[in-house]
């Protein structure tokens, strides 16, 4: 393996002060990177070839980043562990690896599923979407793919895709030469996925693009997959109303036939591995669109209920965005250290409260 260039060297030595003498900048990496770590890591690469560097590139340009750190291929999670492992402590709160952690063995809950509809009138939830990410084994993330891994991915991804069966099956658009047509309507469905933004961009997951990158969905728009976006897989399962037991159905239904096609990514302390170290673990996100309108007037006492749910509170386009016409995005904030049916039983109990909450302030 050859050594760390001289000049990353250096950058990864700079990455301290850039960070420190920023005041403003808050991040988990400005927190954890050390010069202790940076000197125990900096002439340190990954089997794939990733650098520290790789690692830390966004956090380093976008100091207002909230984590700031990306892995450029699964092996970079234990080659930086001195950098990895403290965030990703900080992060899930209540898994702390260096007290022996390990997150457990994927367990969705089939036999034991029971989510009644918390709002069977449609008065407050909008709709409601569960969604994981997926790595695919033996290759590395978006920072290091090369345009032929790329292709390649998106043709095994595709085979795998066009032989789902049942109320699974549908049709794969590739991003590259979309038709207007197929484009609008992917628009209009809401759908389509965009060039990422500034921090991707700063940590080279944006290249090649559209190359590789994909959308497929089935007949009734309520099972889509996106392909090389952050992740290699997103897996997602949607529909109108407050059918969680439906929706959480259909996803569990469509990662198993996509896991008896396609290996992922998986270690026994972290779980299923993804880009982001925020979105480890199960990297289930169950949410709801919903409305909630005497609760919200009061946003950091609706923040505060929320967060004893272990629930994240977001507007409706989600992460830094506005609440459009009352309505906010919900979601399940632990990801690791609980199997993929308590994450889900975690947003549902809490939209449970919320709801119940809600009613007790009408009329009032």
Known sequence: MAAVDADVVKKIEGAYDILQKDEKGH?????YLTKEVIEANKNKKTAMGASLWDCIQSGVANTDSGVGIYAPDAESYTTFKDVFYPIINDYHIGFDISKGAKHPPADFGLNKLNFPNPDSEGKYIVSTRVRCGRSLQGYPFNPLLTEAQYKEMEQKVKSALEGLTGELAGTYY?????TKEDQNQLIADHFLFKEGDRFLQAANANRFWPTGRGIYHNKDKTFLVWINEEDHLRIISMQKGGDLLTIFKRLIEGVNQIEKKLPFSHDDTLGFLTFCPTNLGTTVRASVHI???NLSKNLDEFHKIAGKYNLQVRGSAGEHSEAVGGIYD????????LTEYD??????????????????????
């Open 330 to 337: 919900v979601s399940n904030k632990r990801r690791m250290g």
């Open 27 to 31: 991040s988990l990496l400005k927190k």
């Open 343 to 364: 994450a889900v039983k975690e947003m549902y109990d809490g939209i449970v409260e919320l709801i119940k909450l809600e009613k007790s302030m009408e009329g009032k």
């Open 174 to 178: 590739p991003l590259t030469g979309m």
């Open 291 to 293: 409305k909630l309108p």
